[in-house]
C-alpha cells in the first residue's frame, strides 16, 4: 500500500541553525500538507500546497518557515533559523485530489531545537 | 473560525468494555467532514473513521462506530471490546469540504485499556 514517508525521523539542531525536513508523499498526490505537533499538545496546521504554490498557511507559518516542491516526488519544509519553540513532531500528509476527504500522514518528524 | 473540542483529557477502559469518547465542533459550514485519528505512543497519526456531514447515517468500522448529531455539532467515538491495542491518544478533527482544506484537531483524550 502506498504510503507517506519523511526523513530524518528525528532531527536535533542547535537555535539559529536552518533545517530542512523532507517529505515524500503518494505518487499521484496533488496536495500536500504541514502540520506540527508539540510535544503534549494538539496537531496544528500550518500549510497546504498544491500546484507549486501554497494554498493556505496559518498563523505559525511566518517568514521562518518555506514550503518546496522541488522535484517531482520530495516536499520540503525549511526552518530558516530555528528557536527553542519549533522543538516538536513535523508531520507531511498528502491528499489525492479536491474531492478527496482523506489526508495521509507520515510517520513525522521529530524536531529537536537546542 | 472552526473549532473543535474534546473535553475529555483521560479516558479509562477495561479489556472487552465499551467506552465513548466525546468531541463537540464549532462551524458556519454545511459541508464538511469529521474525523477520528489515533495516534499511539510512536506517534504516527493513524484514520480510525470518518463521517460525512450530509449523511444521516452514523459511520461504523469494525469495533469503531461515531454518534453524529449535526444539529447539536457532537461527533464521539464508541469503540466497542476494548482491546490493550486500543490504548492511545484519540484526535477528533474536522475539515471543511472544500478544495485542500486543512484538518483542524482538538486537543485529544487519552485512553488507558486496562486488563
Known amino acids: 500500500e502506498p504510503e507517506v514517508t519523511q526523513t530524518p525521523s528525528h532531527q536535533v539542531t542547535q537555535m539559529g541553525q536552518e533545517v530542512i525536513l523532507r517529505c515524500v508523499p503518494i505518487?499521484?498526490?496533488?496536495?500536500f500538507y504541514w502540520y506540527r505537533q508539540i510535544l503534549g499538545q494538539k496537531v496544528e496546521f500550518l500549510v497546504s500546497?498544491?500546484?507549486?504554490?501554497?494554498?493556505?498557511k496559518s498563523e505559525i507559518f511566518d517568514d521562518q518557515f518555506s514550503v518546496e516542491r522541488p522535484d517531482g516526488s520530495n516536499f520540503t519544509l525549511k526552518i530558516r533559523s530555528t528557536k527553542l519553540e519549533d522543538s516538536a513532531m513535523y508531520f507531511c500528509a498528502s491528499s489525492a485530489d479536491r474531492s478527496s476527504y482523506e489526508q495521509y500522514f507520515g510517520p513525522g518528524t521529530r524536531l529537536t531545537v537546542t | 473560525a472552526q473549532t473543535v473540542t474534546q473535553s475529555q483529557p483521560e479516558m479509562s477502559v477495561q479489556e472487552a468494555e465499551t467506552v465513548t469518547l466525546s468531541c463537540t465542533y464549532d462551524t458556519s459550514e454545511s459541508d464538511y467532514y469529521l474525523f477520528w485519528y489515533k495516534q499511539p505512543p510512536s506517534r504516527q497519526m493513524i484514520l480510525v473513521i470518518r463521517q460525512e456531514a450530509y449523511k444521516q447515517q452514523n459511520a461504523t468500522e469494525n469495533r469503531f462506530s461515531v454518534n453524529f448529531q449535526k444539529a447539536a455539532k457532537s461527533f464521539s467515538l464508541k469503540i466497542s471490546d476494548s482491546q490493550l491495542g486500543d490504548a492511545a491518544m484519540y484526535f477528533c478533527?474536522?475539515?471543511?469540504?472544500?478544495?485542500?482544506?486543512?484538518?483542524?484537531f482538538g486537543t485529544g483524550t487519552r485512553l488507558q485499556v486496562t486488563l
Open positions: 478533527a474536522y475539515k471543511y469540504a472544500g478544495t485542500a482544506s486543512k484538518l483542524t
Open positions: 500546497f498544491y500546484n507549486n504554490e501554497i494554498s493556505e
Open positions: 505518487s499521484n498526490h496533488l496536495y
